[in-house]
């Protein structure tokens, strides 16, 4: 995987900088999606997806158990994955995390009952034996499972997402520039935090009030940053859109803006390829497709910060 060059670029002041803006974002875009190819081909993702596979994806109701009972989780898997799959033991003395896991058995193909429902009630279905019958899903039943918190053990493969470089400068000037853009933004406390899991979130509001930017608090200044301008990214892209088809293809529009806009400044932005590596739907090519709205979102944003950081 190539690592994006962390010197801060500048463009001369003259009647070529348009153009030579949008020439080294074309370039810059195009090598982010070689990036993301090298990531996907890498030896850490596939480790990376070969563990993520063994975690369900819990439907909404779940999700919402989990979060009451442990609202801190982040990866939640039973008692024998943890230990099986992933070499790792629950802690004793740990509470179990209880969520509804569905039962499948032999059903019925006209009350969808499990065989001993099935005798148990009115249905006269008799054309086939229930040995015959298809599997199905027939009920739940309550399971218990624990957050990743509540085990030890051998770590689990990460993926290096988070951008790293000198950004003290930059993100006070993000932050003053934030009335430019046209949005609020605010920098919150981990202990604060009411967003789970998220680095950062754009809240659109009513039309008469500027979107919310929120961004959650750390010590890596350079993904303070990156984060904050991937979320001003969402605000002026996509303020106007709510198509669900399209939640991917604004990720690959903010993470593109972030990832220009950290690289103008010399971070080192090469994680946003594993980040986007991720993204399920569309395929990086797709960025070409939009190096229009990326590369103007781009320049709008190092417009403003640059006269921020110049006025200081």
Known sequence: ????????????????????????????????VDEVD???????????????????DYSHRNT?????????????????????????????????IWIWAPIIAKQCPECEDSPS?????????????PEDWSKGLVGFRPAPVFDISQTKGESLPELETEATGEADELVPALLQG??????EAKVVSPTEWPHGNARGVCQYRSPAERPLIEVRDRENSADLAVTTIHEYAHALLHGDVDDETERSKRELEAEAVGYIVGRYFGLDTSGSAFYLATWQGEEPEAILDRLERISSTAAEIIGVVDEEITDE
């Open 1 to 32: 995987m190539t690592t994006s060059d962390c010197s801060q670029v500048s463009f001369s002041n003259s009647d070529t900088r348009r153009d030579e803006m949008h020439s080294t974002m074309e370039t810059w875009v195009e090598d982010l």
């Open 117 to 129: 429902y099935h005798d148990r009630s009115d249905c006269e279905y008799d054309e086939t034996s």
């Open 38 to 56: 090298d990531a996907v081909s890498s030896d850490q993702f596939q480790r990376w997806l070969d563990v993520q596979s063994r975690f369900h």
């Open 178 to 183: 934030a009335s430019m853009l046209e949005v």
């Open 64 to 96: 919402l158990l989990i979060n009451r009972q442990y609202p801190n989780a982040t990866r939640v898997a039973g008692y024998r994955t943890w230990q099986n799959e992933c070499d790792r033991h629950v802690k004793e003395g740990e509470s179990a």
